[in-house]
């Protein structure tokens, strides 16, 4: 069938993407088609665009979606045509009327999440998932800090490691940002444009520091993350929004405390559909009990998704942003 869908021929800046008209082929084995009812924004489509991750091209882009199921291929036997599921881990090409996706990899959706929500959940709240429950299992009782507080994955962190029982850190660029990150559950919110990050964290546990740093900015805030750990603790850098950590001192682990520092990827924490089934399946179930809301605080359209890839990277936007097609 045909359908219009996001395309890039070169990678480069917002403006290398196209809306095109494309044809969607019948779903393969174990596949499924779904219309789209919305389409989850994230900073990793950016990064397939500019090349800082590389695709082989012509691509689409974006990994993550939400909506109703059309077609089924054959060997597919757990979900039926107008089943409402989302996903988030692809396959490349999310911006787009439809999709053929993996049926192992989907998750059905509770009448009490709707296709936004369930557009803009996925991608971050595995990635949620996986950060404190796996890279970092978090105690009861842990300090944590999380970069980036008021962003899509800082939102749904600062619900589910309160939930978890954890005082909860959060670092944020203007005062609108700290009252949205306290409003999710943050115990702590730092103003790093005021404010010296690891001196506040000092005062925050009387000298302590803290276990674990996650951070998804990458170069502006690594050395900063090492300094607010305690002496074997663990910087989780799970993301690059200001650019990739290069020519790193190996030694400065050893000077700061016997640090860790670990680079992970989603990709690398679901590697069985086991995993696949036990961190959508606890995502589903702390969205729908309300435990952990999913704030969409910007929508656009499809066809506008140069505009949006533009207000994600100068930080415009806050939350989770959608694109409707």
Not at 34 to 44: D, E, F, K, P
Not at 87 to 92: D, F, L, S
Request: one cysteine or more; charged letters at 20%.
């Amino acid at each position: 069938m045909k359908i219009k869908a996001i395309r890039i021929e070169k990678q480069g800046g917002p403006e290398v993407m196209t809306l095109e008209e494309i044809d969607l082929p019948e779903p393969g084995a174990g596949q499924i088609t779904i219309r789209h009812g919305a389409i989850g924004l994230n900073y990793i489509d950016t990064y397939h665009r500019s090349g800082l991750y590389p695709l082989k091209l012509p691509s689409g882009i974006g990994l993550e979606a939400a909506g109703t199921v059309e077609a089924v291929g054959p060997g597919v036997d757990n979900i039926q045509t107008g089943d409402r599921v989302a996903y988030g881990m692809g396959p490349v090409g999310a911006y787009a009327e439809a999709a053929n996706v993996p049926a192992m990899t989907v998750v059905k959706l509770t009448d009490n999440i709707a296709d936004e929500a369930g557009a803009a959940m996925m991608l971050k709240g595995i990635t949620a998932h996986y950060l404190l429950h796996s890279t970092y299992p978090v105690q009861r009782g842990d300090t944590i800090l999380f970069h980036a507080a008021a962003g899509g994955v800082g939102l749904i962190v600062g619900q589910w490691a309160k939930h978890l029982g954890a005082t909860v850190i959060g670092t944020v660029g203007s005062e609108a940002k700290a009252e949205l990150a306290r409003a999710h559950c943050y115990d702590h919110v730092i103003n790093y444009s005021e404010e010296n990050v690891a001196e506040r964290v000092k005062e925050i546990t009387a000298g302590k520091m803290l276990p674990v740093v996650y951070d998804g900015v990458g170069k502006d805030t690594f050395e900063t993350s090492l300094d607010c750990l305690a002496p074997r603790g663990l910087l989780a850098s799970f993301g690059n929004a200001s650019g990739p950590v290069e020519n790193f001192d190996l030694g400065l682990l050893n000077a700061k405390g016997s640090l860790f520092v670990t680079r992970p990827s989603m990709m690398h924490y679901l590697l069985t559909p086991e995993e696949i089934a036990w961190r959508t399946g606890d995502l589903v179930d702390i969205v729908s009990k309300g435990i952990v809301k999913i704030e969409v605080n910007q929508k656009y359209d499809l066809a506008d998704a140069v505009q949006a890839h533009r207000d994600l990277e100068s930080r415009k936007t806050t939350g989770s942003t959608v694109l409707i097609p």
